[in-house]
């Protein structure tokens, strides 16, 4: 199979708290910074910029103060002029990016690997915007190799990078690492771990990369997102009137077909999925989308097919 | 002696009240009361009132757990009785006006029975919280529900630690029960939990009910977790928590806690164990609320109560 040759990486960015009640990232960025004061610039074969994204919802342990920064990486937001009255998170996330970035120029990190903790059963999913981003999928398929205590997954939004909005979308291969299930604002030892671990793989993989190993292509499975579905609503007030369905909860990624119960009502009916293309449901009952009016995605199942890597030699 | 001088008789409980949102992000108690305000017919009965209630409408809004201070431990006796000034925070004018329309709190008017939904993020199943080893009532009507609920596991935690017990919104009433029903996370609805709930209170209020139309409960003996003492997080000299609950202890509430037991993770792979000298039975294991309240779990012991029968007393 042919290779590409790809340039090495120079520097990964490691965010927590982008989400300041999402503890895991919070607590891994805080352990490798003691790392840091401990050993060096040697507590890592490759340079590693650690970033604590949200550092006033963190101290509060809050999503967010004003807005959600995950939403505020988009070219509008991040050019917008700024005074004291605006939204915090939009001001954090204009310094973030003279931080990282600038995005999309030539001077933006390499990588950053932003740190997400969800209430959705998902295990490690990987989510980047696109599905030929041959680093990142290397990446992914690497970790699946290496972690095999929970499920490994990689979603792929397919938005094209001039509209994406997150955090990692600032560096030149960025990527969310998203594990679950935890409630916010609960540190849990064995998804922090995971997370650790998914990290590790990360920097193990850059340090080979950029040390020459060939990494073999092939084809590997990925969640491309579909859509969204929200709770059913009493139309007046908007309230929920169902749940998500017991036999729907903690099911992420499972193959939903017609007829399958999506919620049970209060008043005991079950509400059942009608469509006719059996899609994969995701991000299953996740605290932070009831307001964003979302119950769970949908995704569709892909197979890419990934070149064989190595690092472009000068 | 007649078998007659060991039933207690004791007053009839005519007004019942069910609390949701003391904590505006625990959920099941707060889709539960607002679909009773709606609709009521679940919770009526022929021989009691029952009033479903939003403790804590603000922050039932902001799906916060409160908006200056924690609802479930404002029921002071100094707060209850403090002026209304401006500057007072909000929980602390909401406690009051509770304590005004179901309480006041330790009088004869007081309500007869309130229960208090809540949600946990600690692996504790179905558990009823009560404060007095000596309500008799509330250990008959817990026996009653125990077994109804069966198999399904139905735990008793008993706070009655001079130090540890706290003044929780349903003490105004004469008669406090506390239902906590977890793992679900703040702001999430689970309805397997949401169930779990609502079958519980449907079993209470049958048993107020039957309780009130003049059936008499025998002796009985009801198992409780009896509060010990609180753990907190290992922390350094910021007040950060060092340590994570170990994985063998996460998810293990109720289950026996051993000398030398795994405890805690340190951030960095190192184990702290449990060095006490007896077994203990912890709970409210990794509770997201009581970070804050230096809390990682509380100990408590093992231990059978004992209830006298009970029937409605004649007028």
């Given at each position: 199979m042919a290779s590409a040759f790809l340039p090495a990486l120079g520097r990964l960015a490691v965010c927590g708290g982008t989400h300041g009640n999402e503890l895991s990232g919070v607590y891994l960025v805080q352990e490798m910074e003691r790392q840091r004061k401990e050993k060096g610039d040697d507590a890592w074969p490759i340079p590693v910029t650690t970033v604590l994204s949200n550092p006033r919802a963190v101290k509060e342990c809050r999503r967010y103060i004003d807005t959600d920064m995950n939403r505020c990486f988009n070219r509008a937001t991040l050019s917008s002029p700024t005074t004291d009255s605006s939204q915090y998170e939009v001001h954090r996330a204009q310094e973030l990016n003279n931080q990282l970035g600038l995005k999309g120029s030539a001077d933006a990190i390499d990588m950053i690997c932003d740190l997400h903790n969800t209430t959705s059963n998902m295990g490690l999913t990987l989510i980047h915007y696109t599905t030929s981003d041959w680093v990142n999928l290397h990446i992914c398929k690497y970790l699946q190799t290496k972690i095999t205590k929970v499920p490994v997954r990689v979603l792929v939004l397919d938005v094209p990078i001039s509209d994406a909005y997150s955090l990692e979308s600032v560096s030149k291969h960025g990527f969310s690492i998203e594990v679950g299930p935890q409630p916010h604002g609960v540190v849990r030892a064995d998804i922090y771990f995971i997370m650790k671990e998914a990290v590790d793989m990360t920097i193990d993989w850059i340090h080979k990369f950029n040390s020459g190993t060939v990494f073999e292509g092939g084809d590997m499975e990925a969640f491309k997102f579909i859509k969204s579905i929200d709770y059913p609503r009493n139309p007046e007030t908007l309230t929920l009137t169902a749940a998500i369905h017991p036999q729907l909860q903690d099911r992420d990624f499972c193959l939903l077909k017609r007829g399958d119960p999506l919620f049970l009502s209060f008043s005991g009916e079950t509400v059942k999925y009608e469509e006719e293309e059996p899609l994969h449901p995701f991000f299953i009952n996740e605290c932070a989308y009831y307001e964003k009016g979302i119950a769970f995605h949908l995704a569709k199942k892909l197979t890419l097919t990934i070149p064989t890597v190595q690092v472009q030699k000068h | 002696m007649s078998s007659r001088a060991n039933i207690s008789c004791l007053q009839e409980a005519k007004r019942v009240a069910i609390f949701g949102g003391t904590h505006g992000n625990e959920m099941s108690g707060i889709m539960l009361v607002n679909m009773w305000i709606e609709n009521a017919a679940e919770i009526e009965r022929n021989r009691l009132v029952t009033k479903p209630f939003i403790s804590n409408p603000r922050a039932v809004e902001k799906c916060t757990r409160y908006i200056n201070t924690d609802l479930n431990r404002a029921f002071t006796s100094e707060n209850l009785s403090a002026p209304d000034v401006e500057g007072l925070p909000y929980e602390v004018r909401r406690a009051k006006e509770i304590n005004q329309m179901f309480g006041p709190k330790g009088s004869s008017d007081a309500?007869?029975?309130?229960?208090?939904?809540?949600n946990t993020t600690s692996n504790m199943g179905s558990t009823l919280i009560l404060e007095s080893s000596t309500d008799l009532f509330n250990l008959q009507m817990v026996h009653y529900i125990k077994k109804a609920m069966a198999p399904h596991t139905c735990s008793v935690l008993l706070n009655e630690h001079p130090q540890l017990k706290y003044s929780t919104t349903r003490s105004v009433a004469k008669h406090p029960i506390g239902l906590e029903v977890g793992p679900q996370p703040q702001g999430v609805l689970r309805s397997n939990v949401f169930e779990s709930m609502r079958t519980i209170l449907k079993h209470a209020l049958d048993f107020i009910e039957l309780f009130n139309s003049g059936v008499e409960f025998p002796p009985c003996t009801v198992e409780v977790f009896r509060v010990q003492e609180r753990m907190d997080y290992p922390r350094d000299t910021n007040g950060n928590i060092?340590?994570?609950?170990?994985?063998?202890?996460?998810?293990?509430?109720?289950?026996?806690?051993?000398?030398?037991?795994?405890?805690f993770l340190t951030f960095d792979g190192r184990t702290i164990l449990y060095e006490g000298a007896s077994t203990v039975y912890p709970t409210f294991i990794n509770e997201?609320?009581?970070y804050e309240k230096q809390q990682a779990f509380m100990t408590t012991c093992r231990e059978i109560l004992a209830a006298n029968a009970i029937r409605k007393a004649f007028k």
């Open positions: - | 309500y007869d029975v309130i229960f208090d939904l809540h060092t340590a994570m609950v170990h994985p063998h202890l996460q998810d293990c509430d109720w289950e026996p806690l051993n000398q030398g037991d795994p405890m997201a609320a009581y």
